[in-house]
């Protein structure tokens, strides 16, 4: 008994210290579950109490870190810029992370100012090269591209990423410097991959001998060759496989090498790129992916500006930000990231109500660390709109929609709290065949594939990958993505195909593919004899990748074909998804109803957990589903998880238990609400389902076709604070916007009051309702009879109203809401033009052409409705 007292007083505290160091750990490296942010020191022109005062301010509104980019300054502060890695910068970056552990913040750094890495420290031959025909060889030449948007300090050439040399003399200025500081960020940073032209390095023609095994001088012709015969096909997969590695092994492998000596994480950007990106993000700690411009959803009332060009930058792609996510899945990797709401809408345009739909589509997409894009340092005593980056959305103190983020915030905190503690349950894992990309056109400076996330219709959707994925995708199976390089990290057995995280997939999907390494078919080899399951699209690889010795090599691509359809857990299929579901591979169905969703799981099982065959006792599978389309509402739905099911809210952080009931194929499925622009987790935990009986099934289905009643009574408005000082007070029949009540409220930007009174319809008997605001722009902060209902910042609108909230007549509606600033702007651009004051490239409108606000059209404003009440649990 006295031993068992000593055990259980000892695994206190082992606990309670365990408890001590994490909760020392969690406060020096922020809350990675709230949402952090880019935050642009301009020409470091920065002081202890501003940064103090900033950061503080970051901290209430539930901000969990800073990601600090120094960048170009301000005109008129030139006195106070503050050169790069000087001793007074090193000293401001030393008190910011002091001030980020007192306040729970984290703080990374980019390792350099601007993009890409370069500066004055990089000298010619260090600096990025592309090659160049010189008497009927190749040979190198500098591409002088200089460092974008740099800082004080910071100017300079962009170095070759290609060179394992040259990046090591790179990072010898922060040997010097940052390393020897006591305060440390979390983790350094490395932006996309923005490198324009850059397409060699000074020892190119060695490392393509030592790797290929042949002179690229000998291939010229094939390699100049635009008439894309055979042979010049080969020749260019080995130079894209050579730029690969060397970007692989030259920069990222030896970047991560130097962060983790000097006791940082790494944060890396590998879109962009002329390389795997796959392999690239196995080098990070933290992958991170991007989210710029909008993603057009069909969601009623979102809005998206027109005068985003679409054929320029492009627009976000759940299957592009999947390279970073597999990556994590696969390697264990428990955060990954995201650049989010880049130019979402021009300035002084953006709603809370326009960033949540994206947010939603990168957690589908397997990100589970928000960074925003982003808050520029701006001093106290600045007056508005302050200091502001050139890339719009504006998430700092300036921002019209800064009081109401802690509601952004708060949302985002839960659901990353809940997808950061689950493990991926993803049954598919897609090969991605690079190979087959490096034979097609690139469309890139430099005659170079790079992967990037704006143009995915560049190079992935063409590609029968793309084309395969996106049908996954739409048709509800879980996937991830895997490289040449990574295959080597799986086993196999009668559970699955196990990756080094200890993440299980039920199948390796082959896209059709012509080329391929044969040493990527020796690794499917012997995971099929160790039981994987290996499905090939149409047709098995019949050449190997690379000009060298092709045609053995092509002959042992097909030996091992033949050999690999001779296993029985192989097919070649002509039929992928009838094969898929002959195998019993998992699908969501609902999801082509237009729903994106993310499945994992939760518990003390092994990682990899969630399916009937592994799943232990105590797991939960959750699912993120989010509805950015605008065909589902409500419906009996099957999900692949069995047991008992409850939805959890994280806008209302409420939970409740999702109605069960056998279906016409002896399937459970539960009842699922969930409107265009909504989001919730459904867990589904061990234990028998509680079955709904028909009475009950009923009155659901009833319940969710309720009738609707719209408040006809006309509206009182007021305006209460804002610019310019509005004084107008006026009753309304209809709502309308507020710019149309007079030529002054077309400029106003501010808060406005709404006031009506309704009565219940008569032999009204609901328990509950909810009230829908309609179209509001942008916030609303709802009171009835006098007590606070909530507020209403995303779409749908809605709120939920409490039992016996309601009188059966005299009811009061008090509804304050808050608009854009772009309004005033319109006024304030014209009457004070001098706050356009940036060095570089100053202030841009979203289509990159000089800020001017003052042809802009009054934005609607205010609350447009309809405003109407639905019975709930009659």
């Not at 002088?144 to 200025?173: H, M, N, T, W």
């Not at 991959?193 to 023609?205: I, K, M, P, Q, S």
Request: charge should be neutral.
């Amino acid at each position: 008994m006295k031993y068992s007292f000593l055990i259980g007083l000892s695994l206190i505290l082992w606990l309670s210290l365990f408890l001590s160091s994490y909760a020392q750990t969690q406060q020096a490296e922020g809350n990675s579950t709230r949402p952090w942010t880019y935050w642009w020191w301009m020409g470091s022109a920065v002081t202890e109490p501003d940064i103090t005062y900033q950061l503080e301010q970051f901290a209430r509104a539930g901000i969990g870190g800073v990601h600090i980019i120094p960048i170009y300054g301000v005109k008129g502060y030139e006195k106070q810029f503050i050169p790069f890695l000087t001793d007074r910068w090193l000293a401001v970056f030393a008190h910011t992370v002091r001030e980020g552990k007192r306040l729970g913040l984290g703080v990374d750094l980019t390792t350099g100012t601007g993009w890409p890495f370069g500066g004055p420290h990089v000298s010619p031959d260090m600096a990025a090269k592309e090659w160049k025909i010189n008497n009927d060889k190749l040979t190198s030449i500098p591409t002088k591209q200089q460092v974008k948007r740099p800082a004080p300090g910071g100017q300079g050439l962009v170095i070759d990423y290609f060179s394992k040399q040259a990046v090591e003399q790179y990072l010898q200025q922060f040997d010097s410097t940052l390393i020897r500081l006591p305060e440390k960020p979390r983790a350094v940073y490395n932006d996309s991959y923005e490198v324009y032209g850059a397409n060699w390095t000074d020892n190119f023609l060695t490392e393509f001998q030592v790797r290929r095994g042949y002179d690229l001088n000998n291939q010229l012709a094939a390699f100049l060759d635009t008439t894309r015969t055979e042979t010049s096909l080969l020749v260019h997969q080995d130079y894209h496989q050579t730029l690969a590695e060397l970007l692989r092994d030259g920069f990222a492998k030896t970047w991560s090498d130097w962060a983790h000596k000097a006791g940082y994480r790494t944060r890396n950007q590998a879109h962009g790129s002329p390389g795997n990106l796959l392999d690239l993000y196995a080098l990070a700690d933290i992958p991170e992916t991007e989210s710029f411009g909008s993603s057009r959803f069909a969601i009623p009332g979102l809005r998206v500006d027109a005068n985003y060009e679409v054929d320029r930058f492009g627009t976000p792609n759940p299957l592009a930000m999947k390279f970073a996510s597999s990556t994590a899945h696969l390697m264990g990797k428990p955060l990954v990231s995201s650049e989010t709401g880049t130019w979402l809408a021009n300035h002084f345009q953006v709603s809370l109500s326009q960033i949540k739909p994206q947010v939603d589509e990168l957690f589908a997409s397997g990100i589970n660390h928000i960074f925003y894009h982003g808050i520029p340092y701006s001093p106290q005593a600045e007056t508005w709109p302050g200091w502001l980056f050139y890339a719009s959305t504006n998430y700092g103190p300036t921002s019209h929609f800064w009081p109401h983020l802690p509601l952004l915030n708060h949302y985002i905190e839960r659901c990353q709290a809940r997808l950061q503690t689950s493990k991926p349950d993803n049954d598919v894992l897609v090969y991605f065949p690079i190979h087959d990309l490096w034979t097609t056109q690139a469309k890139s400076a430099g005659g170079i594939h790079q992967l990037e996330v704006h143009h995915v219709e560049r190079w992935l959707l063409p590609q029968p990958f793309g084309q395969l994925c996106e049908q996954l995708s739409t048709r509800g199976y879980s996937i991830d993505y895997i490289s040449d390089g990574l295959l080597s990290s799986l086993t196999a057995s009668k559970q699955g195909i196990r990756s080094i995280s200890g993440a299980i997939y039920q199948v390796i999907l082959v896209p059709r593919t012509t080329y391929i390494p044969e040493t990527s078919l020796r690794e499917l080899a012997k995971l099929a004899r160790q039981g994987a399951k290996i499905v090939f699209d149409g047709q098995l690889p019949q050449q190997a990748a690379g000009f060298y010795n092709h045609k053995a090599r092509s002959e042992e691509v097909q030996r091992l074909g033949k050999s690999l359809q001779q296993l029985p857990t192989v097919t070649v299929s002509k039929g992928v998804f009838e094969t898929m579901n002959r195998l019993g591979i998992r699908v969501e169905l609902w999801a082509a109803e237009g729903l994106s969703f993310i499945r994992k799981s939760r518990g003390y099982g092994h990682p990899g957990y969630g399916h009937p065959q592994r799943t232990l006792s105590t797991d939960t599978t959750q699912y993120f589903i989010t509805n950015l389309s605008n065909h589902f509402h409500q419906n009996w739905i099957a999900l692949s998880a069995t047991g008992q099911v409850n939805r959890y809210d994280p806008l209302t952080n409420q939970s409740q238990p999702l109605p069960i009931r056998k279906g016409s194929n002896g399937q459970n499925e539960v009842f699922l609400q969930i409107e265009p622009g909504q989001s919730y987790f459904v867990n589904v935990s061990p234990g028998n389902p509680v079955y709904a009986n028909s009475a009950s099934q009923k009155r659901i289905v009833d319940n969710s076709t309720a009738k609707s009643v719209t408040l006809r009574n006309p509206w009182q408005i007021q305006f209460v604070t804002g610019r310019p000082a509005m004084t107008l007070s006026t009753t309304i029949p209809v709502l309308t916007s507020w710019t149309t009540l007079s030529d002054s409220a077309g400029y106003f930007s501010g808060k406005a009051r709404y006031t009506t009174t309704f009565d219940l319809p008569t032999g009204a008997n609901a328990s509950a309702y909810t009230i829908d605001l309609g179209d509001v722009r942008e916030v609303a902060e709802v009171r009835l009879n006098g007590q606070p209902l909530g507020t209403a910042w995303c779409i749908p609108f809605r709120l939920s109203i409490p039992p016996n909230r309601l009188k059966p007549s005299g009811n009061q509606l008090d509804i304050a809401v808050k608009n854009l600033s772009a309004n005033y702007m319109r006024l304030y651009d014209r009457q004070n033009p001098g706050w356009k004051k940036f060095y570089d490239i100053n202030i841009v409108d979203i289509r990159y052409k000089p800020f001017d606000a003052t042809h802009w059209e009054a934005m609607p404003s205010g609350l447009l409705g309809p405003v109407t009440l639905t019975p709930v649990g009659q």
